[in-house]
């Protein structure tokens, strides 16, 4: 059974830093394609950062570049999103997507991945 369980989500004042991680467990093979999506109270899911092949290109929404880094360890089936410089409106469920079934979608759409972690808030305080 496939299963992706993120953590180090928590509470931190603007500017700090956190350390997302995401767990992956029951794949045959190690999904190619891994993203970081959020979602704010009353908003739609968005895609935060992406990562993809085995050139592991690396992809970022505009409002996060050159503060979040998303990095992978395939040894430890681990994702991982680094966030730096975190402001209030970082505040939201952070979900690790993983298996991508649409192969002509933006990696930004959920739909375009199939499985989804639990989520781990992340909360920023001005």
């Known amino acids: 059974q496939v299963q992706l369980v993120e953590s180090g989500g928590g509470s931190v004042q603007a500017g700090g830093s956190l350390r997302l991680s995401c767990a992956a467990s029951?794949?045959?093979?190690?999904?190619?394609?891994m993203a970081w999506f959020r979602q704010a109270p009353g908003k739609e899911r968005e895609g935060v950062a992406g990562?993809?092949?085995?050139?592991?290109?690396?992809y970022y929404a505009d409002s996060v570049k050159g503060r979040f880094t998303i990095s992978r360890d395939n040894a430890k089936n681990t994702l991982y999103l680094q966030m730096n410089n975190l402001k209030p409106d970082d505040t939201a469920m952070y979900y690790c997507?993983?298996?991508?079934?649409?192969?002509?979608?933006?990696?930004?759409?959920?739909?375009?991945?199939?499985?989804w972690g639990q989520g781990t808030q992340v909360t920023v305080s001005s």
């Open positions: 029951g794949y045959t093979s190690q999904p190619r394609y």
């Open positions: 990562i993809f092949g085995s050139s592991m290109t690396t």
């Open positions: 997507a993983a298996y991508r079934i649409d192969g002509t979608g933006s990696w930004q759409r959920p739909s375009t991945f199939r499985d």
